[in-house]
């Protein structure tokens, strides 16, 4: 990577814009060239920018932590924000590079800070960013971390990186040299970014505390398992037989006395059910003959129907005639009011027409003197306008001439106090002569009491850090003793806990090998399916004899189920018959009911022989006996009787028959549930013993097993016990290997335990020996700390002794610096208010002057004013004089504003009273009309009401209505007729239902009786059925518990099994990263740390050396114990020497060539072609400066550019190339590129 421009504007002192291109001469050619200007130019800022520009931070802002800064916007910013470094004053500032990538080609990289507005006190805004190619002007990244990361990946350097490799600090490096070991490795985790590998340590820790504690955890689970012995378990599966069988023998107790229940339960039912069926028929009959008056009712109204035309004929023709009757009436009387109310408003009209004249008249002689008062007002507003502007302006002119004369008085009294003030501040000034003097060196002597106060207070913390040292030094001494002592103990029962493991791991090994894990889960497993394949032959066995038994019952029902079917059917038959000859007798009967009435006879007995009868009209009179038509009549009725009873007798018939169809069917679909039911649990009672014959059979080592339930029970029973026998002995071996393999946890647990405490205390040996000598090496740093202070305080104190004798005050006396300053700040009050009084009275002087001519002028132009309003008010009262007698003295506007909305109101009314006269002779004449028109209408109504009450009187005389009648039997509504008419036919239709209802339920209480009843009532039966469900119930509840600490019994074997591996492979992997631990891995990182940077201290040490034999052939690096650093004195036979014996200049170049070593070191292994070394070189005589310069020369060899950024004359004369940075006052600098 290498720089080849800089540019930029407003970069702290850099305010105008600059520009150094490196590939321009005299830069181009130049290897080595310097930066030089006077302190505080901005020398530094060339380097802030060319960082800015790159990774949007700078050297400067480095340490500034959290703290804030005020901005002139207002708003404090932190000192930390790259913002920071803008030049006050600027509204935008900027930054750019140009420079060769790695991959060759060039790129500018541009930073930019602006204000809002582009006003220099407008809010900071957003910084931007941004990364083009040269090439092709293409912008890469506008956005801070996008700039950021390709910048990265173009120069193959992050920000730390590369102010290591190409802005090289000399201060971290002589740090370096001087440092103890802890400050060196902090240091050298700073200057190389080894930071990695104290992470790596640190999570090395971490994952091995993880394995221990997963380890841990396992071992815990499995000492946390609790299984059953194979005698309790045993136990548990006799138990849950025992109970199956007596639940077995309960259920066919409950089925019986469940049955007896059911038949105790259809008697009662039906007999219930007859009663209900004999009350229901008894009111059915009682609600059919309360009906009769009902059916009077309906007759009457079939009666009626034929009228309803001409009933409703008359009716509206009476309505038409009393709608006429008041419209005759309604419009004679509006006739009539419209004629009156014409007559009169035909007067009004003629009133109106008088008023108005009147007031035309009045109108026009009011015409001059409006004219002549309108004149008069005019001038009386102008001259009542021109009083008031002149009584305004006298009352103004009298408030400033008052105003004018207290303003003189209060001159006059400022002045009077100013003088008096004066003279008494110069006279208390005389009297403080002493603090005046003081005063006037204040900064000074506050400088001396600050700086000697803090020599103090830095002489008693030294002393007290010293003493604290000291006895830490004694602490630490005695602790590593104790220590040591603890260490050797440690050791030896490390050494006899691991014997002891080692013993019990070959016994448990043993053990392992003639009782594998597996053995007894494989005896449980084949155990549980011995006694599966047992409880499945039982089940199977059940199953097969309840489906025969279903069988035989499906068979007897489907029987039963033909009978009924054959006899519903014959039923039916028979009530179809029946149900035709009721049809057909119906009509005749009525017939015959008909003519042997007492009206027919009477028809009958006026008919004439050869006369057309009124009623059919035929000529034929074919029967005239009255005896012979009611014996017809009645063997009609009888016959009609007779079919309906055979239509009841059929229909009970059938629903007996239905009755007994749904019984059988229902006991043929019970059997088939049954049948199915018993289907099922054969199928799955033999998947059931399959599935356990199968697992059975996977068990290793399986004998001989029956092939098919119920093929040899005996020998099922036998294997099961032989099982059992053999799984409780491999039981107490795995007991005794649970034993072992926990006597092996604890002393493999003590053992680790006592590693870590060795461990322990190896790293509390090295921390205590690291304290010890940081301690011993403040201590010394203290006492050297005290005598400094010491020193500095007595320079203090002698400087101020003079000045504190003169003003009598002792720098011993608490406080000092307080009440100087407060008597500094009471001579300075008194100046400043001797100053001011002086100021008011050179002010008030041409003030007082100037206030008494405004004073005399005021008060002249007062009485002028009022002369002009005296003579204004007379010209005022002349006018009103003159006004005053026309119109009253009304005001013209008013006056003749009234009079004319008078003249207009009597036109207005006149207009209405017009009007109104039109549209009332208007109403009139209507109104006339309509009455004519009602008595036409009321003559039309009364013919219509004749002719139709003529017609209804002629169709009542056939009938026994009278008119009243027709009116009540019409008004009632057509919904309760139809309601009347529907509720008659569903009575007689309840009767009929209920006489089918009662007969059924006859029949099914015989056959209730005929089945019999139990012996035993039916609360002795629900009472023994409740103690066999209680006791069911209690037993299901104790299988569910077997069942279920079965399954936790062989859950928890299972888990087991795996738990071993588990912990195995947790052993395994714990080792692995104790091991690893041990040798890289530690809480705070350190150790690895400490490898790492050892390693690359000797890296550092041989690069600096290459560099060293150049800048000083007399020395050369070596490293010593730990990360120390040593110097070998080529002249006196390499000889070691400690760095703190360095001379200054010596020690710069030792420092340069640490650096110039690092600058190869950094960078993801890239190369920097641009170096800037910082200030230095001013510790350096003339021969070693020249050395230094040669090989910096030298580095043009490689390839590299380098700047030297000094304030030293020779690096000025023997570097021809310079960047010089000038002052140019008011905080600001400018560049300039020379040589020679």
Not at 422 to 448: K, V
Not at 511 to 530: K, M, V, Y
Not at 817 to 831: C, I, K, P, Y
Request: proline share 2%; net charge negative; glycine share 6%.
């Amino acid at each position: 990577m290498r720089i080849l421009s800089i540019s930029g504007q407003n970069i702290a002192s850099l305010a105008q814009p600059f520009a150094i291109d490196f590939t321009a001469a005299p830069l181009a050619g130049a290897g080595l060239f310097v930066i030089t200007g006077e302190t505080g130019a901005g020398k530094s800022s060339i380097l802030d920018a060319m960082c800015l520009a790159l990774y949007g931070d700078a050297p400067r802002l480095a340490g500034s932590a959290g703290d804030e800064v005020p901005d002139p916007s207002g708003k404090a910013i932190k000192a930390r924000d790259s913002r920071a470094i803008l030049r006050r004053g600027a509204a935008q500032g900027w930054a750019e590079v140009r420079f060769t990538a790695r991959d060759g080609q060039d790129y500018v990289a541009r930073w930019q800070a602006r204000r809002a507005r582009d006003k220099v006190d407008g809010q900071l805004q957003n910084v931007s960013r941004s990364l083009a190619r040269v090439s092709d002007g293409q912008v890469l990244a506008s956005q801070i971390t996008i700039v950021s990361d390709q910048i990265t990946a173009l120069t193959g350097f992050s920000y730390d990186e590369f102010r290591r490799t190409v802005l090289l600090a000399q201060g971290d490096f002589d740090a370096f040299l001087r440092a103890d070991t802890n400050d060196r490795a902090g240091l050298l985790e700073k200057v190389t970014g080894t930071g990695l590998y104290r992470a790596v340590s640190s999570r090395i820790y971490e994952r091995t505390e993880a394995a221990r504690q997963t380890h841990g955890a396992l071992v815990q689970r499995r000492e946390g398992h609790q299984i059953l012995t194979d005698e309790d378990r045993a136990a548990l599966e006799a138990e849950r037989l025992v109970i199956t069988e007596a639940n077995q023998a309960a259920g066919a107790e409950a089925k019986t006395l469940k049955d007896a229940l059911a038949r105790h339960t259809r008697y009662a039912e039906t007999s219930r059910q007859v009663g209900l069926a004999e009350a229901a028929l008894e009111q059915a009959l009682t609600s059919q003959g309360d009906a009769s008056v009902d059916r009077a009712q309906l007759a009457r109204i079939d009666q009626a129907i034929p009228l309803r035309a001409q009933w409703q004929t008359l009716r509206d023709a009476k309505d038409r005639v009393g709608n006429a009757t008041s419209s005759v009436a309604a419009t004679t009387e509006f006739s009539n009011d419209t004629a009156a109310k014409a007559n009169a408003l035909q007067e009004v009209t003629r009133q109106a027409e008088a008023e108005h004249t009147s007031r035309e008249n009045e109108f026009k002689i009011f015409g001059p003197l409006w004219d002549q008062a309108a004149a008069l007002d005019s001038r009386i507003t102008s001259a009542t306008t021109e009083l008031e502007t002149s009584r305004s302006q006298a009352e103004a002119l009298e408030q400033e001439a008052e105003q004018a004369r207290i303003a003189f008085q209060a001159l006059q009294q400022d002045n009077s106090k100013a003088r008096e003030n004066l003279q008494a501040t110069e006279a208390e000034l005389a009297e403080r002569s002493s603090d005046c003097a003081l005063a006037d060196n204040w900064l000074q002597i506050r400088q001396h009491i600050v700086a000697h106060d803090e020599a103090q207070s830095a002489l008693t913390r030294a002393r007290s850090d010293s003493d604290t040292h000291r006895a830490e030094i004694e602490r630490l001494t005695v602790a590593l003793a104790e220590l040591a002592n603890r260490t050797e103990t440690d050791a030896t029962d490390e050494v006899r806990l691991t014997n002891e493991a080692a013993n019990l791991a070959d016994r448990l090994r043993t053990l392992e090998t003639t009782h594998p894990p597996e053995r007894g889960s494989e005896l449980q497993t084949f155990a549980t399916a011995l006694a599966d394949m047992r409880r499945a032959e039982q089940e199977h066995g059940s199953a097969r004899s309840d489906f025969a038994a279903a069988e035989k019952t499906a068979e007897a029902a489907k029987e039963a189920l033909a009978t009924a079917k054959a006899q519903a059917g014959a039923a039916a038959e028979a009530m179809t018959t029946a149900n035709a000859q009721v049809t057909a007798l119906i009509a005749p009967t009525e017939r015959a009911d008909m003519a042997a009435s007492d009206a027919a006879r009477e028809l009958r007995l006026r008919l004439e022989p050869g006369e057309p009868c009124p009623v059919c009209g035929s000529p034929e009179h074919q029967t005239h006996a009255d005896n012979a038509l009611a014996e017809l009549a009645a063997g009609l009725r009888a016959d009609l009787a007779a079919a309906r009873a055979a239509v009841e007798n059929a229909r009970n018939e059938q629903a007996a028959a239905l009755r007994a169809q749904d019984r059988a069917q229902g006991e043929l679909e019970h059997a088939g549930r049954n049948a199915q039911t018993a289907e099922a649990m054969i199928a799955t009672t033999w998947a059931h013993w399959q599935d356990a014959y199968n697992r059975a059979l996977a068990v290793p080592n399986c004998p001989a097993l029956p092939k098919e339930p119920g093929e040899d029970r005996a020998y099922l029973a036998t294997l099961l016990d032989t099982t059992e026998t053999a799984r409780q002995a491999e039981a107490a071996a795995q007991v005794e290997l649970s034993r072992l393999r926990n006597s092996l946890a604890r002393t493999t647990s003590q053992r680790e335990g006592l590693r870590k405490i060795i461990a322990g205390h190896t790293s509390a040996r090295e921390t205590w020996n690291g304290e010890l000598a940081n301690a011993t090496s403040l201590q010394m740093l203290d006492l050297r700390a005290a005598e400094t202070a010491e020193a500095e305080s007595l320079r203090h104190a002698t400087a101020i002794s003079p000045i504190l004798e003169q003003v009598g005050e002792n720098l011993a006396i608490p406080g000092l610096s307080g009440r100087l300053e407060s008597r500094v700040a009471e001579v300075t009050q008194l100046r400043k208010v001797r100053d001011s009084n002086s100021a008011t009275l050179v002010a008030l002087a041409p003030q007082l002057a100037k206030a008494e001519s405004r004073s005399e002028n005021a008060a002249k132009q007062f009485g002028e004013a009022n002369e002009a309003v005296t003579a204004r008010l007379n010209t005022l009262q002349t006018l009103q004089d003159e006004r005053a007698p026309l119109l009253g003295g009304e005001v013209t506007a008013t006056h003749r504003t009234r009079h004319n909305e008078a003249r207009k109101g009597a036109a207005a009314a006149l207009d209405a009273a017009r009007n109104a006269l039109a549209e009332a002779t208007a109403a009139w004449a209507a109104a006339r009309a309509k009455a004519e028109a009602a008595a036409t209408e009321m003559t039309g109504a009364n013919q219509a009401q004749e002719i139709a009450q003529s017609a209804l009187a002629e169709a009542l005389a056939s009938t026994d209505l009278a008119p009243a009648d027709l009116d009540t039997l019409f008004g009632l509504p057509a919904t309760d007729v139809a309601n009347l008419r529907q509720r008659l036919r569903a009575l007689d239709d309840s009767v009929t239902s209920a006489r089918a209802t009662l007969d059924s339920r006859r029949k099914d209480h015989a056959d209730a009786e005929a089945a019999g009843l139990p012996e035993d009532p039916p609360e002795a039966l629900a009472e023994a059925l409740s103690v066999l469900d209680a006791a069911n119930q209690t037993r299901a509840e104790r299988i569910g518990a077997i069942d279920g600490e079965l399954q936790r019994d062989i859950a928890a074997r299972t888990a087991l099994a795996g738990l071993e591996v588990e912990i195995a492979q947790a052993r395994s992997e714990l080792d692995i990263w104790e091991a690893v631990n041990h040798a890289a891995g530690s809480r705070s990182g350190d150790k690895f740390a400490r490898v790492a940077q050892s390693i690359t201290l000797d890296v550092l040490v041989d690069h600096a050396n290459h560099h060293l034999s150049d800048l000083n052939p007399r020395y050369r690096l070596r490293r010593a114990a730990d990360l120390a650093l040593q110097v070998e004195d080529c002249d006196m036979g390499g000889e070691a020497r400690a760095t703190r014996s360095l001379s200054g200049g010596e020690r710069f170049l030792v420092s340069l060539a640490l650096a110039l070593a690092l600058s190869r070191m950094g960078g993801k292994g890239g190369l920097a072609a641009t170096l800037f070394i910082d200030e230095g070189f001013g510790s350096l005589d003339a021969g070693s400066l020249d050395l230094a310069i040669d090989a910096l020369e030298s580095l043009q060899s490689q390839g590299r550019q380098v700047g030297v950024i000094s304030h030293v004359e020779a690096m000025k004369e023997r570097i021809p190339t310079r960047i010089a940075v000038h002052k140019q006052g008011g905080g600001k600098s400018a560049i300039e590129v020379c040589q020679g």
